[in-house]
């Protein structure tokens, strides 16, 4: 039974991905295409952290009032009727398409981050908790062979089938994801709390709960106080929100690739291929990877790690040791990202998990457009090299400092057993 959640769960996240890379490069193309304009292509981008800043943490208030599979699937509801909608707006309001673009892409994130923060909440009743990593892994790996289908295909099925086929198309992907779902079994209803002396769980039960007369702002701030209760997890999570400051080296990679690397299209075609080989490389053995490590380990040997490799990205102009170093990047990155994930799961109690995610995402999301700007105003005035070598800094030093703090080196597991499930 457990198995066959597994096999489910990741085949729904690739079919997710798949629908929403092909829906991604759709609609940057039509924006381009129409507008000639990267700063209104920019504004995509602008709108879906803006959307998860302000949004997130309200869906993910709502992910914890309802049943998470069921929340899934309104998600996948609202995403699969985005499409739709677009397809007819193309044809009856082709004069104010642009205008419906945007407010598609707003619709369409909301659709993202209902099933987020649902699926966070539905990994631990349908996998044991001893396989949540494997799972995230798989996840993972799954994700980015998706995402390079829906790159490799968009192109030729914009071409083939248009922009209205390509969105049904969409939609009917998100259709298939949905209705897999009901192949799943909850192995329990309810996941227990994993650390219950820490967070005084008697004292919180009382004030965190979920109460449909509660309202949602109320509900929003308990999840809030909830997370400052866990010390050690809401400073991981403020290490991710200063870490994204190097986020403004992301938008610049292919502006290094050409002056460092004198490369075009196909060199940096070369340096996204080895980051993706890293990707399902990290995913499919991240149990192995970080079977003997701490959490304090990983995130700083991650950090250091990743802060190295991108600081001597600028200091050698031979491709195949840029395209190692790209890897490395890449690999300590995923690897850290899918760890974090799994251990917010496994410390986050059932009841809050949804609005807590959300919060989660809001903090670490908080600073990625300013910084995107930041990057590109510096690499213009100063030098692309000089941006990639201050990111590096920022995050090797980031790795340092989780060396010297007492409440992350303390950080421990709860211990991964199947005893709180049900047996089939």
Known sequence: MKNRNMKVIVSNQFLTQLADSVYDIAIFWYVYEVSQSALLASIITA?????????????????DRFEPKRFMQIG????????????ISFHFFFDYFLIVVYFGLILHDVG??????????????????????????????????????????????????????????????????????MFLVEITSKVQPTNIGEVAVAASNEEITTNKKTSILQELVQGYKYLRMKTEVFKLIILAMVVNVSTMVLP?????????????????GLFSAAASIASIIVGLMITKLTAKLSVAQIFSYSFL?????????????????GIILYFSFTFVIVALNIKFNTYLITMVDDEVRGRVFGIIGA?????????????????????????????????????????????????KEPPASEEQTLSI
Request: proline share 3%; aromatic share 10%.
């Open 112 to 181: 993202m981050f209902i099933v987020a923060p649902a699926k966070n909440r539905l990994l631990p009743r349908i996998v044991a908790q001893k396989n949540l990593l494997k799972v995230n892994g798989f996840i993972s790996s799954s994700g980015q062979v998706a995402t390079l289908i829906g790159t490799s295909i968009s192109g030729f099925a914009i071409a083939l089938i248009g922009f209205v086929g390509v969105m049904l198309s969409h939609s009917l992907i998100y259709l298939i994801a949905s209705l897999i779902l």
């Open 305 to 321: 790690i990743a802060g190295i490799t991108l600081m001597l990205l600028t200091l050698t102009s031979i491709p195949i040791i």
């Open 47 to 63: 709108l879906t952290f803006a959307t998860q800043i302000l949004v997130g943490p309200l869906l993910g208030t709502f992910a």
């Open 252 to 268: 610049l990679f292919v502006v290094l690739v050409q002056v460092q690397y004198n490369g075009g299209a196909v060199m940096f």
């Open 76 to 87: 996948f509801l609202v995403m699969l009727n985005v499409g739709i909608f677009m397809a």
């Open 363 to 411: 903090i670490s999301g908080f600073l990625i457009p300013i910084c995107s700007l930041l990057g590109g105003w510096l690499a213009d005035t100063l030098h692309v090299n000089i941006v990639f070598l201050l990111s590096g800094a920022w995050i090797f030093c980031t790795g340092v400092y989780v060396f010297f703090d007492k409440d992350i080196q303390q950080i």
